[in-house]
């Protein structure tokens, strides 16, 4: 039996009957109400995605990269979405490993997290058009993307941290 549960005040979702899983969330949870309670406008905490559906979404938007027929602007909305992906992983990755305030100072926002993975990470060339990667560099910089500092991690393409 499933016991799968969302939390109506945090959004995570999770296997209630599961003891590891209810610490995570315990600990998410905290987290989550924290950053919401000192950004009160529309910079909410990302939505927790599960891993199964974050290789659905990346295998959806790799399709639509690779097939021709699409237009630049679907498929920068299917780079965006593989990078949301990446950008919450990486996030995540770090959140486990520090306090919250540590985690916001030392992980980039999502535009700059954007930016630095075009210009830095060669399997982002490969896998964008030189069409789609200048449209996403404008969209960055029209979000005040700023890369200073942003080291990537040699363990994993899509963990990335501020120095």
Same mark, same amino acid.
Request: glycine residues 4%; positive net charge.
């Given at each position: 039996?499933?016991?799968? $549960? ?8 999770? $296997? ?68 949301? $992906? ?58 005040h993307a700023n890369t200073q500092g942003i080291r990537w991690n040699s363990l994993g393409e899509v963990l990335a941290?501020?120095?």
């Amino acid at each position: 039996m499933n016991n799968t $549960v969302t939390c109506i005040d945090c959004g995570c979702t999770y $296997v209630q009957s599961h003891p590891g899983e209810r610490i995570v969330h315990g600990y998410r949870h905290k987290k989550i109400l924290s950053y919401n309670a000192y950004h009160a406008d529309d910079n909410k905490w990302p939505t927790y995605i599960f891993f199964e559906i974050r290789e659905e979404i990346v295998k959806r938007a790799s399709r639509i990269l690779r097939t021709d027929d699409k237009s630049a602007r679907e498929k920068e909305k299917a780079a965006l979405e593989i990078f949301r $992906v990446w950008w919450l992983t990486s996030f995540e990755s770090l959140l486990f490993s520090a306090s919250l305030s540590r985690t916001l100072e030392t992980h980039p926002d999502f535009p700059s997290y954007v930016l630095s993975a075009i210009e830095n990470q060669n399997h982002v060339q490969e896998i964008l058009t030189r069409e789609v990667r200048e449209r996403l560099i404008v969209w960055a910089n029209r979000k005040h993307a700023n890369t200073q500092g942003i080291r990537w991690n040699s363990l994993g393409e899509v963990l990335a941290r501020k120095k």
